[in-house]
């Protein structure tokens, strides 16, 4: 692990115009430094959006009860991603809400086909889970675990009714870490009452911990939730906050996620400029895909087509070196590295 002596100030995290120009140009020459031209591709299939938590910036909230609730068939979802996965696509993230139903029903079986089938690296994002799902996981094949801590400060994350309380979500990430996972987290930015100091504490709070990676998320307010009348974060802060976070942990990947573009209407493609170095296309299919409401069901969904598009655009190159693989010591899998030439 590589760690920068950069330590993020609070006014550079709301700096726009030129010196946010040339804070987010040190970012992705520090991304270029490591990771070349290539930038990750993964897909997600969102396979649940039941979920028992209550988080108040999430649509898919216990509490929301205009929603209608699904768990996604493994059969049809496995023949999707061994048959009709895009080229480019190295990895999957299996993501759901916190069900453990579906981690049983669903992601398991999922995840065993996939490894007999498919060279695909796999991460799952299912929220806080008992040991022994962990380990059935593991068993299964995943090697990456997605769990974001998403504010730093612990009065604004009980505020804000996300999972259990923050210690228990940062002690299951060191368990997490320390039983093999490799462990990306995530923050979000823009909440209401959130400013630079506590974005700061985030950032500061996410370089302490034993990841692989993080993602930042601009909020959004979601529909049918306690935060619906709010406004969306400052796309600014966001990037800045994404830039500082690359400066700090240049062996980090950083993704660029989808809600970008609803805080900027170039914010993905601003977001491969500051230091993300990971793009996912949703394959989830789109009868299921609409119910799948993390802030509202107007998503911002990045197809095959737009990701592609984006990372043309850029001048960059899908990473002929899956996300699995390059944790697992910058392995190829050759499957990929042709995979990828025919994509390119
Ligand atoms: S953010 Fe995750 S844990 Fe929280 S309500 Fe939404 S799906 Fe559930």
């Not at 959006?49 to 209550?54: I, K, L, P, Q, S």
């Not at 966001?238 to 914010?267: H, Q």
Request: glycine share 8%.
């Amino acid at each position: 692990m590589f760690r920068s002596r950069y330590v993020p100030s609070e006014p550079e995290l709301s700096l726009n115009g030129s010196v946010q120009a040339a804070l987010h140009e040190r970012a992705a020459v520090a991304t270029r430094e490591r990771f070349g031209r290539g930038i990750f591709v993964r897909a997600v299939v969102e396979v649940s959006n039941y979920c028992r938590e209550n988080c108040a910036y999430c649509g898919m909230r216990r509490d929301n009860r205009t929603l209608a609730r699904y768990r996604a068939n493994h059969e049809q979802l496995a023949g999707l991603l061994i048959h009709h996965r895009p080229e480019s696509v190295t990895d999957v993230n299996i993501q759901a809400g916190e069900d453990p139903v579906a981690v049983r029903d669903v992601v398991l079986p999922l995840i065993r086909t996939l490894r007999r089938e498919t060279p695909l690296g796999v991460s799952v994002c299912l929220g806080t889970l008992s040991q022994e799902l962990y380990t059935e996981l593991q068993a299964a094949g995943a090697t990456i675990y997605i769990m974001k801590f998403e504010i730093g400060d612990a009065a604004s994350y009980e505020k804000l009714e996300a999972p259990g309380t923050l210690a228990e979500r940062l002690r299951h990430i060191h368990s997490l870490a320390g039983s093999g996972w490799k462990v990306s987290s995530g923050l979000i930015v823009g909440l209401p009452g959130q400013g630079p100091a506590n974005l700061a504490a985030s950032l500061k709070l996410a370089g302490t911990l034993p990841l692989h990676g993080c993602s930042v998320s601009p909020f959004i307010p979601g529909e049918d939730t306690p935060l619906a009348g709010g406004a969306a974060a400052n796309a600014n802060w966001t990037l800045n906050c994404m830039a500082a976070l690359r400066l700090m942990r240049p062996d980090w990947v950083i993704p660029a996620v989808s809600a970008l573009n609803l805080a900027d209407r170039d914010g993905y493609r601003r977001g491969l400029r500051a230091g993300a170095n990971l793009v996912t296309m949703n394959l989830t299919p789109g009868d299921l895909r609409r119910d799948y409401v993390i802030y509202k069901r107007d998503r911002f969904i990045m197809t095959e087509e737009r990701v592609l598009s984006a990372i043309a655009s850029e001048g960059l190159t899908p990473s002929s070196r899956g996300l699995s693989a390059y944790y697992r010591n910058g392995v190829s899998h050759p499957a990929m590295a042709q995979a990828v030439s025919v994509a390119t």
